[in-house]
């Protein structure tokens, strides 16, 4: 029985580990579509095929798995679609290859609708805590006692006992190595997302920005949709901080950041590139539409009262220059862009430029 037994809680967690794993590498957890959600239906109940074909003997008179364990998990991740395509394949299975569709069979199967009942009340659309699953997990228990009850013989009481208790520590095991994988998958992209941001702003830093840069071309060449980079500079930005202190600078630099967030759209690209200068990615804007925009942020740059620690009011201004792709090739964005906000600056600042 042991060597059974562990065969097929190895199948279980091995599975998951697996498709973890896979699950991370393509898709997003935020990625929570029609598909997604099929897929990860029918990947779970290929799941409990399995483990039904690797039962464990509970005694000479009966044999067991954790079939159910598979819908608990398909609804917690995927939520009620993905329980009922695992719950059909489940059921589907037991009826038509294992024993034939009997009277013993049709009793058997119930458990797994019945599972996914309890999974649906209890899981579906909340948030999955220890006590949830746990609730869950234990009414799959008693359900499956009860129909093991009506199946075997008078006195097999205490195997179906063993069999809750088994059911109950894996299916805790599950939920605590899914919270783990879950956790450690949170603190990768935690450092993945810091090694992309700049310290101060939090706004993409620059190596981010190369990357984003070069998506953004591959995007467009593909798809034909026009964008911009707009090259943003603080005027005087060394005044503030020779005469106010670095601290007044980074307060400066946070400030200007959050105009930033407040005057674009959340599809817009806004990095720190060093220093005072800041690049913006503005999608779906052309050459003409850019200079409103420009022009916009300027104006409420002028307007603005940045606040140092101290309570003290600054009034600042910017330079910007501006290139668009198709109408600058991708390769000579940044030069062409920064040649626009050099001819701001010669200008006068205070005043937005755009490459031809």
């Not at 794993?21 to 109940?45: C, D, F, M, P």
């Not at 783990?180 to 981010?208: C, G, P, Y």
């Amino acid at each position: 029985m042991l060597q059974d037994l562990f065969n097929n809680f190895m199948l279980l967690t091995t599975f998951i580990y697996l498709g973890h794993i896979v699950r991370s590498k393509v898709l997003s957890r935020s990625e929570n579509t029609a598909y997604t959600r099929l897929l990860l239906g029918v990947v779970l109940g290929v799941l409990g095929v399995l483990l039904m074909n690797y039962t464990f003997p509970l005694s000479s008179r009966a044999v067991a798995d954790f079939r159910q364990l598979p819908i608990l998990i398909s609804i917690s991740l995927g939520g009620g679609v993905s329980g009922v395509i695992t719950t059909a394949i489940i059921g589907l299975y037991r009826l038509n290859y294992l024993q034939g569709v009997a009277g013993s069979s049709l009793i058997g199967a119930l458990h797994a609708p019945i599972t996914l009942l309890c999974g649906l009340i209890i899981l579906r659309g909340k948030t999955i805590t220890f006590k949830r699953w746990l609730v869950a997990l234990v009414l799959s228990a008693l359900n499956t006692g009860i129909l093991l009850s009506i199946l075997l013989e008078p006195g097999s009481w205490k195997d179906i006992a063993v069999y809750m208790l088994l059911l109950l520590i894996a299916g805790i095991f599950i939920y605590l190595m899914i919270s783990h994988l879950r956790k450690a998958e949170d603190s990768v992209q935690m450092m993945e997302e810091a090694a992309n941001r700049d310290f101060l702003t939090s706004l993409f830093n620059s190596r981010a920005f190369e990357v984003i840069i070069e998506q953004k071309i591959a995007v467009a060449k593909r798809d034909h949709i026009p964008f911009t980079l707009l090259i943003v500079d603080i005027d005087y930005f060394k005044h503030v901080n020779d005469t106010y202190g670095h601290p007044a600078g980074d307060a400066v630099l946070r400030q200007f950041a959050d105009v930033l967030r407040e005057t674009f759209r959340p599809g817009d690209q806004i990095s720190r590139k060093g220093g005072e200068e800041f690049f913006i990615l503005v999608d779906r804007c052309s050459a003409l539409q850019i200079t409103a925009i420009a022009e916009r942020l300027r104006s409420t740059v002028e307007q603005h009262r940045f606040i140092l620690d101290d309570g003290e009011e600054l009034q600042l201004t910017i330079s910007a220059g501006s290139a668009t792709y198709p109408d600058i090739p991708g390769e000579q964005l940044v030069t062409k862009a920064d040649q626009a906000l050099y001819q701001a600056k010669e200008a006068g600042r205070n005043r937005v430029y755009r490459a031809e």
